[in-house]
């Protein structure tokens, strides 16, 4: 049975793990690169207007799983995809598989989004609930890594805005 985390509760605790965030680049913890590239298909920091359609490209060195999990301008959190399996090179989001699309709505802002990776199958899920700064953003996913050797994750942050 799959463990669930309620990760919004777990700020305390979780200091051994530290997460910094850079723009599309490998976060502290990770260190692995095995995410090569993960952008918005207009590229990172573009526009899209509300109701239009958005996907990511995700180009990864080695087969694995991804979750994805997005902020939006208000400081929701919400996941956009768990645990799928891709294999070495670039997986375009959402998959035909997925049956989903990635309608931009409100609020207008800046919207990050986040590719976590990990070698080896998730034993645990990423729930997410109520508002995230940028600690609690980052305490997120420390918690979801931190059962994973560093050398078996690896975690790549992009953003567009809403228009």
């Known amino acids: 049975m799959r463990n669930a985390f309620l990760l919004g509760s777990l700020a305390l605790g979780l200091s051994a793990c530290s997460v910094t965030v850079q723009s599309n680049a490998g976060l502290s913890g990770s260190r692995s690169n095995l995410i090569s590239s993960f952008t918005p298909a207009r590229g990172e920091g573009s526009t899209y207007p509300i109701g239009s359609q958005v996907s990511f490209n995700l180009t990864t060195r080695t087969a694995g799983y991804v979750t994805l999990i997005s902020l939006d301008p208000n400081g929701r959190g919400?996941?956009?995809?768990?645990?799928?399996?891709?294999?070495?090179?670039?997986?375009?989001?959402?998959?035909?598989?997925?049956?989903?699309?990635?309608?931009?709505?409100?609020?207008?802002?800046?919207?990050?989004v986040r590719a976590i990776f990990t070698r080896v199958r998730p034993t645990v899920d990423v729930v997410l609930q109520g508002q995230y700064s940028g600690d609690t953003w980052n305490t997120v996913t420390s918690s979801y890594l931190r059962p994973y050797a560093l050398t078996d994750r690896d975690v790549q942050e992009t953003f567009f805005y809403i228009r």
């Open 78 to 112: 919400n996941v956009l995809v768990r645990g799928a399996a891709v294999g070495a090179g670039t997986t375009t989001f959402p998959r035909a598989e997925d049956r989903v699309t990635y309608d931009v709505r409100e609020p207008y802002g800046l919207q990050r």
